[in-house]
């Protein structure tokens, strides 16, 4: 699965999608989201870039900040959808650093995560390809006799019109 800041991004393909629903529901995409939240938590440039971008906010200057409680505060500045889209870019933008730069510890857990998953979508085909009624709810009730039957079957009818094209 190819990904670019820009929102660019290769199709997903099944299986990516089979592994991005295994992620979510092990509790692997919330570990790496708390990650995220403590990395953004942890770059001081980026709170005080976002504190000076909220600072200078026509809708924080024009509203009467004082006795406002937190939540007021910030209804108020989602009213303001440029500057929410100044600090979402911002933010993207960091967390795509960290989860594409190869010495990040967030990309390599990231690159495990998805490698895993991926591995186990794979064995899981691999498994269901292999197994002798192969999943197929019209197959799952035939015997292995009536598999090697038709089997026969098939293979009598390819010899007899391979025969019946030399006649012919």
């Known amino acids: 699965m190819a990904l670019a800041p820009s929102g660019a991004q290769a199709p997903l393909q099944p299986d990516d999608i089979v592994a991005l629903e295994k992620i979510k529901a092990d509790g692997t995409y919330d570990e790496l989201k708390k990650k995220m939240v403590a990395l953004l938590k942890e ?48 933010v993207i933008t960091k967390l795509w650093h960290h989860g594409t730069a190869p010495s990040s510890e967030l990309a390599r857990d990231i690159d495990r995560a998805v490698h895993a998953k991926l591995c186990v979508v794979h064995e899981e085909r691999a498994h269901k390809l292999h197994s002798p009624v192969h999943h197929d709810p019209l197959l799952a009730r035939a015997t292995w006799a009536d598999l090697l039957i038709s089997g026969a079957a098939w293979k009598g009818l390819g010899e007899g019109l391979a025969r019946a094209s030399f006649v012919a």
């Open 43 to 90: 770059d001081k440039d980026l709170l005080r870039a976002a504190e000076q971008e909220v600072q200078q906010s026509p809708a924080f200057r024009d509203a009467a900040t004082a006795g406002k409680t937190n939540a007021q505060l910030q209804a108020i500045l989602r009213q303001d959808r440029d500057l929410e889209r100044a600090l979402l870019e911002r």
